[in-house]
């Protein structure tokens, strides 16, 4: 009896949105989880003693259609000018970079490398920087920029392939920089000199790289810090390759997107706006999932994907943790009680968040490589977007605010005859451009939209291969499934004895997963 049921008509048009679909990423602590040599905590004794799963994560990373990625560099790990750890299972081991940037390159992935934390030997200590040297300006900026060229260096072995994919961030969180000393007007002057000395080091080094500047978006802070850092570039006659900005809310964060975004168009940097660092603020939503929680983060993307079309990136934070989370685990889990994780490896928690489900939904059906179509709504409680997912159909996604609706999809294109929930698997006929669905309460909804398809799909295997296979082992899974047309009903692969069946989408590649063979 509780239950509202509304109507309304959305409208998708055959017409592209201006643009480029944006990428979406996620944070990661120095190429942890996707890159090799990493170690996890799995007994909550805060020693990184087990070698984690960086096989399972990319598997992960490649089913969400994640297309980039923000590291920190941890420039305070350095010991000397040109000097980076390197030992195997080091939080920052070098190593570990380095077959991150190559699995990315290889999967047409991009790297976002935030220049941050300031080494012991270069910091100045002085007395605008007493509490912790990490956020201290330099002693010589030159040096400091040197470090990171230096640093760039190393982690793609000199490799100019590999540093193509990457663009550098100038510090993490600038209105952290020396708190709690120093002024805020203070903090806003050494944040410029230090992204000048940067963006001087690498134009010189590597003049395609593209340097970025930071902001931020808090409760307390508003746009007030935004404000000092681009009327200070823009005072010194500095330019930036692109404006980024973290936030962190729940029912307001969607406000705050307008707001920043519309702030920094109006301050004459609108040209490229990236939000390297997102979430829900609230830790009930993060720890205790409901799907209610989850449109606090999916509505301000769908917003401002059909709003903002300068906004080129989503980098979620974060995108796994190396503890345990469990009450006994507490103290030594960051930011507990708060998890901001969008999934756990199977040695720890083996979960997946309440992000997931919606960001993957998104990344996979409307980021980068799709093409954005126009959306009508005549009801102010659905979010809306829809992109082509192959050259015949197309994907739309509903964000439903209420309790429960269903709703009338039209489409300008009329040759659509079908469509299909990627989650509850529920199939309609589209008639004459026009078919009714029903919406999941709170949630997001996507459907797969296409016309009669007598095509059968492409399989490509490729591993197992054309051979005779003896003895005890695991052999790996590698497959792709391409259907020019409809989406993929559903795929499967066995091994005698349990055969393994996954969700519905458009076109799949995969692998990761493994034969066992005995005999």
């Not at 020693?47 to 990319?58: C, E, I, K, S, Y």
């Not at 209105?175 to 134009?203: C, H, M, R, V």
């Not at 489900?357 to 977007?385: C, F, M, W």
């Not at 040759?415 to 029903?438: E, M, R």
Request: negative net charge; charged residues 10%.
């Amino acid at each position: 009896n509780n239950l509202r049921v509304q109507t309304g008509t959305i409208t998708v048009t055959d017409t592209n949105l201006s643009g480029s679909a944006p990428q979406f990423g996620a944070n990661i602590k120095s190429f942890q989880f996707i890159g090799e040599d990493y170690w996890i905590d799995t007994n909550g004794d805060n020693v990184l003693d087990t070698a984690g799963n960086f096989t399972w994560h990319r598997q992960q990373a490649l089913a969400m259609n994640i297309t980039s990625w923000r590291a920190d560099a941890r420039l305070d790990k350095s010991t000397a000018p040109n000097t980076f750890v390197g030992t195997n299972g080091s939080l920052y081991n070098v190593r570990t970079a380095q077959t991150a940037i190559e699995w990315m390159y290889a999967n047409n992935m991009s790297l976002t490398l935030t220049a941050d934390y300031m080494p012991g030997w270069l910091s100045i200590n002085d007395s605008n920087c007493t509490s912790n040297h990490q956020y201290c300006s330099p002693t010589n900026y030159t040096t400091w920029g040197q470090l990171l060229v230096d640093y760039i260096n190393n982690i793609t072995n000199n490799n100019a392939t590999l540093r193509s994919i990457i663009s550098v961030e100038v510090w993490n969180e600038p209105y952290l920089f020396w708190q709690p000393d120093g002024t805020t007007a203070y903090k806003i002057s050494e944040y410029i000199n230090l992204y000048n000395a940067t963006k001087i080091a690498i134009n010189a080094a590597f003049p395609s790289m593209k340097v970025k500047a930071s902001t931020v978006y808090t409760q307390s802070l508003g746009l007030s810090f935004s404000t000092g850092i681009m009327g200070n570039l823009t005072a010194n006659g500095l330019t930036t390759d692109c404006i980024e900005f973290h936030d962190y809310d729940d029912a307001n964060l969607t406000t705050h997107f307008i707001n920043e975004t519309n702030f920094i168009a109006s301050s004459g940097y609108g040209s490229c706006i990236q939000v390297t660092e997102f979430n829900s603020l609230d830790a009930n939503n993060q720890v205790n999932y409901s799907v209610a929680s989850s449109k606090y983060i999916t509505e301000p993307i769908m917003y401002t994907m059909n709003n903002v079309r300068n906004l080129t990136a989503y980098y979620m934070y974060q995108w796994s943790d190396a503890h345990l989370y469990n009450t006994s685990n507490s103290s030594i889990f960051e930011s507990w009680p708060k998890r901001y994780s969008i999934l756990s490896e199977p040695l720890l928690d083996n979960a997946y968040y309440y992000a997931f489900e919606p960001l993957r939904q998104i990344s996979a059906y409307h980021g980068y490589g799709k093409t954005n179509l126009q959306t009508t709504d005549n009801n102010t409680l659905n979010s809306v977007i829809a992109s082509r997912y192959n050259s015949t159909g197309i994907a739309v996604t509903i964000l439903n605010k209420n309790t429960g609706k269903n709703v009338t999809l039209t489409f300008s294109n009329t040759s659509f005859t079908h469509a299909k929930d990627i989650y509850t698997l529920q199939t309609y006929t589209v008639t004459a451009g026009s078919t009714a669905v029903l919406l999941r309460a709170d949630n997001t909804t996507t459907l797969l939209v296409w016309g009669e398809d007598t095509t059968v799909p492409t399989v490509t295997v490729t591993s197992p291969t054309n051979t005779t296979y003896t003895n005890n082992r695991n052999i790996p899974i590698s497959f792709s499934a391409i259907d020019g047309q409809s989406p993929l009903d559903w795929y499967w692969f066995g091994n005698g004895t349990n055969n393994f069946t996954a969700m519905p989408q458009g076109d799949w590649s995969g692998f990761g997963n493994n034969l066992i063979l005995q005999g």
